[in-house]
């Protein structure tokens, strides 16, 4: 039985890929704001309104915390790149999904918020070169993370969440 929090299975951070590895997840990162598009064209507010499964978000919290989550990669990737080993802050997303923006809000924003940072991300990452994906950041609560680890984890991250918005469409023949 598949577990409906881990619809594309549970992450699994790499903190070194191969080049043909990493091509290929920011080429994933890249695709991200097309899917979800797809993935959300057509739901009206009440559809929107659904919890991807019991006890989980709404697909509306899913796509406010995707451009939330995805808005602190960004920063997190540049902190990386610009700073020596620099502590990143963590966020309480449970609580961010909660406020007022992420439960009720339109989800045209975020969209775009995850169009405009996945196009500036990915131009980013593409200008890096092999070992600026070796360089690393310490996370609280994760450890020492490497570019590559970010880039593996929101490769993941982007399509666990897409999966949630179309396997609950699927189920419920949407």
């Known amino acids: 039985m598949n577990d409906p929090r881990y619809p594309v299975g ?5 903190s070194v890929l191969s080049q043909e590895a990493r091509s290929s997840a920011i080429a994933t990162i890249a695709a991200l704001p097309f899917q979800l598009a797809d ?10 309104d659904t919890p991807y499964r019991e006890g989980g978000w709404t697909l509306r919290q899913v796509v406010h915390h995707l451009a939330d989550s995805h808005c602190n990669a960004y920063v997190r990737t540049k902190l990386l790149l610009t700073e020596n080993e620099p502590t990143v802050k963590p966020y309480d997303e449970n609580r961010w999904a909660q406020l007022d923006d992420g439960k009720c809000g339109a989800i045209g ?3 775009l918020i995850v169009t405009a940072i996945h196009e500036r991300w990915v131009q980013c990452l593409r200008g890096c070169g092999g070992a600026e994906f070796a360089r690393r950041l310490m996370h609280p609560d994760n450890g020492p993370m490497t570019l590559d680890d ?3 984890v929101y490769e993941w991250h982007g399509r666990h969440h897409v999966a949630h918005v179309t396997a609950l469409r699927a189920k419920m023949g949407w």
Do not use: F
């Open 10 to 14: 549970r992450l699994q951070r790499q």
């Open 109 to 111: 924003s975020s969209m």
């Open 150 to 152: 970010l880039v593996s």
């Open 39 to 48: 993935a959300v064209r057509g739901l009206d507010a009440q559809q929107l």
